[in-house]
């Protein structure tokens, strides 16, 4: 089930500065984590994400994530240290059209005139969680309060 971003995580996401993790997992449920800079969020709240490399192995496992609706995940690092999970399931696999000839200009714009894009991938954001340590903590002592290491007690 879909969920909406908020205005904050929106422009986390959108920040350059963010650095931002695509995981997914092929065929046989390998998964394959990778930086990709080029995840955004569009003017539909979803998540977008630019493949420059058509047989790059995420490519590869994001067409089998919309085929068989497998979530992939992404992985959100602030620069104040803040951490986020966002799960996720691809639903559109751009090629052509309005929406990737705008992005194939600014991809051709950021890495010269002989960089290409593949396919403009969006995701649909299902659950997110903040995987910040301070509030993995705080969840763990609220959940369960008496489990703890002995010198703690």
């Given at each position: 089930?879909?969920?909406?971003?908020?205005?904050?995580?929106?422009?986390?996401?959108?920040?350059?500065?963010?650095?931002?993790?695509?995981?997914?997992?092929?065929?046989?449920?390998?998964?394959?984590?990778?930086?990709?800079?080029?995840?955004?969020?569009?003017a539909?709240?979803?998540?977008?994400?630019?493949?420059?490399?058509?047989?790059?192995?995420?490519?590869?496992?994001?067409?089998?994530?919309?085929?068989?609706?497998?979530?992939?995940?992404?992985?959100?690092?602030?620069?104040?240290?803040?951490?986020?999970?966002?799960?996720?399931?691809?639903?559109?696999?751009?090629?052509?059209?309005?929406?990737?000839?705008?992005?194939?200009?600014?991809?051709?714009e950021?890495?010269?005139?002989?960089?290409?894009?593949?396919?403009?991938?969006?995701?649909d954001?299902?659950?997110?969680?903040?995987?910040?340590?301070?509030?993995?903590?705080?969840r763990?002592?609220?959940?369960?309060?008496?489990?703890?290491?002995?010198?703690?007690?």
């Amino acid at each position: 089930m879909s969920i909406q971003l908020n205005d904050q995580m929106i422009a986390l996401i959108n920040d350059p500065k963010t650095l931002k993790v695509l995981a997914s997992a092929d065929q046989d449920g390998i998964p394959h984590v990778v930086f990709k800079g080029s995840v955004s969020v569009n003017a539909d709240g979803k998540l977008q994400y630019l493949e420059i490399i058509e047989t790059s192995q995420t490519n590869r496992n994001l067409v089998h994530s919309i085929w068989f609706r497998r979530q992939v995940a992404v992985g959100i690092l602030t620069q104040d240290s803040r951490n986020y999970q966002i799960k996720g399931t691809p639903v559109r696999a751009v090629i052509c059209g309005e929406l990737f000839e705008k992005n194939y200009i600014a991809v051709r714009e950021r890495f010269g005139k002989d960089a290409d894009l593949s396919t403009v991938w969006i995701i649909d954001p299902e659950e997110i969680r903040e995987e910040t340590f301070s509030v993995q903590a705080s969840r763990e002592r609220e959940a369960y309060p008496l489990i703890g290491h002995l010198d703690r007690f």
